[in-house]
């Protein structure tokens, strides 16, 4: 079935420095990957469609000089939290359109800001 | 527009059967299902596309009512491993582009 990779699975970073979370689809080809936040106990919110060769598209609230994405392939969309502070911790999920079995996520990453 | 799912949370023995209902305020295109489990990624169940369309596997099923704009999930002589959250997603457009909208969640807890 498809997979997708994403890494890392948990990272602690320090206040005011960045983060790069990869997300990859190993065997299939992704035009368009989401990227989610969920905060302990609530639903996975939507932050941004990430277009393969095109700029992403924010939902409403989400900053995007902040949250940085680049989709340079066709298998590989990375989000960079710019100048992280302690309330971008959350759970980061990507997600990516296969063919047969509707969205497959990634494992998902644990940010943790301190 | 987030979908509604009911009820919050539920709480079932080892055996018994449970209904998640998502409703949407909108006309949809198809309804996802997902079920998480705490710390982990979100496990694709299933995905109905309009057109009255019912699936199922083993003893999980679902039904969509395109006209109503709502889903429900089946789960029938619940089992401990089927404890989570289970969330549905709606899409209100086709095609690889369309954006997945999740519900905020049903939360079952199967007791042995």
């Known amino acids: 079935g498809a997979v997708v990779s994403q890494h890392p699975s948990r990272v602690i970073c320090k206040s005011g420095t960045s983060v790069k979370i990869e997300c990859r689809s190993l065997d299939f080809q992704a035009t368009t990957m989401f990227w989610y936040r969920q905060f302990p106990k609530q639903s996975l919110m939507l932050m941004a469609t990430s277009n393969e060769g095109s700029k992403a598209t924010y939902e409403q609230g989400v900053e995007k000089d902040k949250f940085l994405i680049n989709h340079a392939s066709l298998t590989l969309s990375t989000l960079t939290v710019t100048s992280a502070h302690p309330e971008d911790s959350s759970f980061y999920i990507c997600s990516a359109r296969d063919t047969i079995n509707g969205y497959t996520f990634g494992s998902g990453t644990r940010l943790t800001v301190v | 527009q987030q979908p509604v799912q009911s009820p919050q949370a539920v709480i079932l023995r080892e055996g018994e059967d449970a209904v998640i209902n998502c409703s949407s305020s909108?006309?949809?295109?198809?309804v996802h299902w997902y079920r998480q489990k705490h710390g982990e990624a979100p496990v694709f169940l299933m995905i109905l596309l309009k057109g009255g369309e019912q699936k199922g596997h083993d003893k999980i099923s679902a039904s969509f009512n395109e006209k109503k704009q709502q889903s429900s999930l089946y789960l029938t002589a619940s089992q401990l491993s089927y404890s989570g959250t289970y969330f549905c997603?709606?899409?209100?457009?086709?095609?690889?582009?369309?954006?997945?909208?999740f519900g905020k969640g049903t939360k079952l807890s199967v007791k042995p």
């Open positions: 997603g709606t899409q209100r457009g086709g095609g690889s582009q369309g954006n997945l909208i």
């Open positions: 909108k006309a949809l295109y198809s």
